[in-house]
């Protein structure tokens, strides 16, 4: 028991090491890429177009990861893609967590007619197709930051609000609850200090899978040039502009695919990291 | 006069209809402890929830009265049911294991309703929770405050939960089968400190099982249920002696025998279960025709 539990302590610990350490690069990319980034990432050069990574022959010094077709530098427009991919995830996912998870809360613990009705709600809302529907969304909205950032809200609000129903439906069924509430507590109360603790955890985990999947739907809206402007370097761009060329120039689009994976696997696995060591439970 | 008096109190499902309570009365004096005994699902707990207003979501009281102090709780607005309940009533739960909050500390989970009910500051609540874990002989009381529930086994958390019940001092105790989840040895220590604490505060308590043996060990009376229709409400002594009711005699000679381990169960016999099924189908008819 000592063991399996200390085994577990060391294995949450490595993925919260390389998952955080991952994610604090790519922050530090995010807020440094005006003074760190060797290129203006903008800057086209049809001279330098196409240019493989330093440690392969034909390179240029200086274009570290290459150029694309339009000698553009790829290294330079990942770093400037990063403030794109993190702000979208940190603003659409923190506002779907709040959004979803007080709906979630609400409906699974007062049920009655709230949860009815909420519950009604995220069926009719998870009967829409989420591509079709957040591409009919940036089209109504028109296409920019704050565009991706409300479809994803409005997409995904559910998968917070039906996870945390569920489980504070099962907090709520505990034997605590009733004591606070002979205790004569108020519901609202009631839900905040006893209910909330507890769902917590499972917020957290759902938070940061929701930071990832904000990440891969603003490449998403990208790769379909429903984003941000196209000359602005972004992910889900860059990869979309690397698929056309990959035979020339795999570089295009292999570096921000992999920086894309690498970032929201670092998101999902940074959530289990911290729900195996903070959960009381758990822990 | 009593303090808790239950007058011919009905309870159904919502929607089904379906009987649970069928105009059951009783009543608790200041310091008196009444078992609650019957069967699974003769609706026992169903009565401490309703006192206590924790009725599951899909259970309605559909008549009678719970007078707590002299006033009706059912004729009350919610708010002020709670605070009455609140004020003069605790919970002794069934599971230690889910009746405490798992992300809470201990502290908190005491003091929060000597905080809400008696008006107390943070720091006076912590040392008399600090007391109360003594009282309840758990050892070194300052550490086990700072730990969350899933430090502490079973035995220990069921402690922790009379010392709460106790806290503020309540009128009525409801305590719901409080010694079913635990193991045997602790049960009789657990059942030992509930009839301490009681005697030691004086409080009046509405004891929940289905289990004879814990009755004759700590109750002053008892009330008998089949159906949610009371079979026998008497004192424990003639109880024992003797019980009136040929329901309650069956469930008496069911009980198994400590003493005589190689004598065979007895069943409750079949005539006894139809005769009692007859007279709960004569209250519905009773009911129905007002």
């Given at each position: 028991m000592a063991d399996a539990r200390g085994m577990v302590k060391r294995k949450a610990g490595l993925k919260l090491w390389l998952s955080g350490g991952w994610l604090a690069l790519v922050v530090l990319a995010a807020l440094l890429a005006p003074w760190i980034a060797p290129q203006d990432p903008l800057a086209q050069d049809l001279f330098l177009g196409r240019m493989p990574p330093a440690w392969v022959s034909g390179a240029e010094p200086g274009y570290w990861l290459g150029t694309d077709s339009l000698g553009r530098d790829v290294l330079s427009r990942i770093l400037h893609g990063a403030r794109i991919a993190l702000t979208v995830?940190?603003?659409?996912?923190?506002?779907?967590?709040?959004?979803?998870?007080?709906?979630?809360?609400?409906?699974?613990?007062?049920?009655?007619?709230?949860?009815?009705?909420?519950?009604?709600?995220?069926?009719?809302?998870?009967?829409?197709?989420?591509?079709?529907?957040?591409?009919?969304?940036?089209?109504?909205l028109g296409p920019g930051l704050s565009s991706i950032v409300i479809a994803i809200v409005v997409i995904d609000w559910t998968r917070f609000a039906r996870v945390v129903r569920a489980?504070?439906?099962?907090?709520?069924?505990?034997?605590?609850?009733?004591?606070?509430?002979?205790?004569?507590?108020?519901?609202?109360?009631?839900?905040?200090?006893?209910?909330?603790?507890?769902?917590?955890?499972?917020?957290?985990?759902?938070?940061?899978?929701?930071?990832?999947?904000?990440?891969?739907?603003?490449?998403?809206?990208?790769?379909?040039?429903?984003s941000i402007s196209t000359d602005d370097p972004t992910w889900g761009g860059m990869i979309a502009e690397g698929r056309t060329s990959v035979?020339?120039?795999?570089?295009?689009?292999?570096?921000?695919?992999?920086?894309?994976?690498?970032?929201?696997?670092?998101?999902?696995?940074?959530?289990?990291?911290?729900?195996?060591?903070?959960?009381?439970?758990?822990? | 006069m009593s303090f808790l008096r239950v007058n011919g109190l009905s309870a159904r499902l919502k929607g089904a209809g379906h009987p649970i309570l069928?105009?059951?009365?009783?009543?608790?004096?200041?310091?008196?402890?009444?078992?609650?005994?019957?069967?699974?699902?003769?609706?026992?707990?169903?009565?401490?929830?309703?006192?206590?207003?924790?009725?599951?979501?899909?259970v309605e009281v559909s008549g009678g009265e719970i007078l707590l102090g002299g006033v009706d709780l059912l004729r009350l607005p919610p708010k002020e049911r709670r605070a009455r309940i609140g004020a003069t009533c605790a919970l002794i739960p069934q599971d230690p294991l889910t009746a405490l909050n798992p992300s809470r500390r201990?502290?908190?989970?005491?003091?929060?309703?000597?905080?809400?009910?008696?008006?107390?500051?943070?720091?006076?609540?912590?040392?008399?929770?600090?007391?109360?874990?003594?009282?309840?002989?758990?050892?070194?009381?300052?550490?086990?405050?700072r730990a969350y529930p899933h430090e502490l086994s079973g035995g220990m958390r069921q402690r922790i939960l009379i010392a709460s019940a106790f806290a503020a001092e309540p009128k009525l105790i409801v305590a719901d089968e409080?010694?079913?989840?635990?193991?045997?040895?602790?049960?009789?220590?657990?059942?030992?400190?509930?009839?301490?604490?009681?005697?030691?505060?004086?409080?009046?308590?509405?004891?929940?099982?289905?289990?004879?043996?814990?009755?004759?060990?700590?109750?002053?009376?008892?009330?008998?249920?089949?159906?949610?229709?009371?079979?026998?409400?008497?004192?424990?002594?003639?109880?024992?002696?003797?019980?009136?009711?040929?329901?309650s005699r069956a469930l008496l000679a069911a009980t198994p025998k400590y003493t005589d381990p190689?004598?065979?169960?007895?069943?409750?016999?079949?005539?006894?279960i139809r005769d009692v099924q007859a007279e709960v189908a004569a209250a519905d008819r009773r009911a129905r025709h007002g």
């Open positions: 995830a940190l603003v659409a996912g923190g506002i779907t967590c709040l959004i979803g998870a007080a709906l979630g809360l609400l409906a699974g613990f007062l049920r009655g007619w709230v949860d009815l009705a909420i519950s009604r709600l995220i069926d009719i809302w998870m009967a829409f197709p989420p591509v079709l529907f957040s591409i009919l969304l940036i089209a109504v489980e504070a439906m099962a907090q709520g069924a505990m034997d605590y609850v009733a004591s606070a509430q002979v205790a004569g507590r108020g519901r609202l109360s009631t839900m905040v200090t006893e209910i909330l603790p507890n769902v917590l955890p499972t917020i957290v985990v759902l938070l940061t899978l929701e930071m990832g999947i904000a990440v891969i739907v603003e490449a998403i809206l990208s790769f379909v040039n429903l035979h020339q120039a795999w570089w295009v689009l292999v570096f921000p695919l992999v920086t894309l994976f690498l970032t929201v696997l670092a998101f999902s696995q940074l959530g289990e990291g911290l729900k195996d060591r903070f959960d009381p439970v758990l822990r | 069928r105009g059951v009365s009783l009543s608790v004096a200041a310091g008196e402890v009444r078992g609650l005994v019957g069967e699974s699902g003769a609706g026992k707990s169903m009565i401490g929830k309703a006192v206590l207003g924790i009725l599951p979501k899909a201990i502290a908190p989970q005491i003091t929060d309703r000597l905080v809400d009910i008696l008006g107390w500051d943070r720091g006076r609540a912590l040392a008399r929770a600090e007391e109360l874990l003594a009282e309840v002989h758990i050892p070194d009381p300052a550490r086990v405050l409080p010694t079913t989840a635990l193991d045997v040895t602790v049960q009789k220590q657990v059942l030992k400190l509930i009839a301490e604490m009681q005697a030691r505060h004086g409080t009046a308590l509405l004891f929940v099982t289905h289990d004879l043996g814990v009755v004759s060990k700590v109750c002053d009376s008892l009330t008998v249920l089949y159906g949610g229709l009371v079979v026998e409400d008497t004192d424990v002594r003639s109880f024992f002696a003797g019980p009136a009711h040929a329901y190689q004598a065979s169960l007895t069943p409750v016999p079949d005539a006894v």
